[in-house]
């Protein structure tokens, strides 16, 4: 069974760092293109970024609201996928999600998602 | 980037068939797929492709597309239906980035 466990979570100020986990576990973790998806309270969901299996060049990509400020990584030695948070907005403010994503050439979709973890930015 | 738009509210009578739709300039060359979103639940993907279903999502859920506008469409809606539903797509401007529709609040009568 595929599951996807997101942690780091909380409520910090304007300007600050964070780092969000996801723990994964049911699937081969290595192999996987993985992305974060959030949604503010109340709002729907938007893409954050993504991160490519390793054997497919690693890379990442970000949404243009992110980009710069946030970073994905992952260590596949422990299952686990990263967001690193710098430079808090309060628009940032959203429960976080991981999720494994499904990248092919006319479709891109979310098989898989985690509970979400909620993140806070507020003075 | 891409835009996808969803109708916010939509509302059907137990038992009957209800579409909801998602149009966007993506759609034109890309699949959309779509999600189900219960209240303090992450979202579930109901529907991806062309007209796939995920293992363990009723028959009832289907999905088609015509220029750019996807449909997803419950046929004999069941009160567990009622939900927010969102459709995704890949980004038609040239990077690989993805993006959602801005849900619709599926509401069984």
């Known amino acids: 069974e595929v599951q996807l466990v997101e942690s780091g979570g909380n409520l910090i100020k304007p300007g600050e760092s964070l780092r969000l986990s996801c723990a994964a576990s049911?699937?081969?973790?290595?192999?996987?293109?993985m992305s974060w998806v959030r949604q503010a309270p109340g709002k729907g969901l938007e893409w954050v970024g993504r991160?490519?299996?390793?054997?497919?060049?690693?890379?990442?990509d970000y949404a243009a609201p992110v980009k710069g400020r946030f970073t994905i990584s992952r260590d596949d030695s422990k299952n686990t996928l990263y967001l690193q948070m710098n430079s808090l907005k309060i628009e940032d403010t959203a429960v976080y999600y991981c999720?494994?994503?499904?990248?092919?050439?006319?479709?891109?979709?979310?098989?898989?998602w985690g509970q979400g973890t909620l993140v806070t930015v507020s003075s | 980037s891409s835009e996808l738009t969803q109708d916010p509210a939509v509302s059907v009578a137990l038992g009957q068939t209800v579409r909801i739709t998602c149009q966007g300039d993506s759609l034109r060359s890309y699949y959309a797929s779509w999600y189900q979103q219960k209240p303090g639940q992450a979202p579930v993907l109901v529907i991806y492709?062309?007209?796939n279903r995920p293992s363990g999502i009723p028959d009832r859920f289907s999905g088609s597309s015509s220029g750019n506008t996807a449909s997803l469409t419950i046929t004999g809606a069941q009160a567990e239906d009622e939900a927010d539903y969102y459709c995704?797509?890949?980004?038609?401007?040239?990077?690989?980035?993805?993006?959602f529709g801005g849900g619709t609040k599926l509401t069984v009568l």
């Open positions: 492709g062309k007209n």
């Open positions: 995704n797509s890949r980004d038609s401007s040239g990077n690989p980035h993805v993006v």
């Open positions: 991160i490519k299996s390793k054997t497919d060049g690693g890379t990442t």
């Open positions: 049911g699937f081969t973790f290595s192999n996987a293109w």
């Open positions: 999720t494994t994503g499904q990248d092919a050439a006319t479709i891109y979709y979310f098989d898989y």
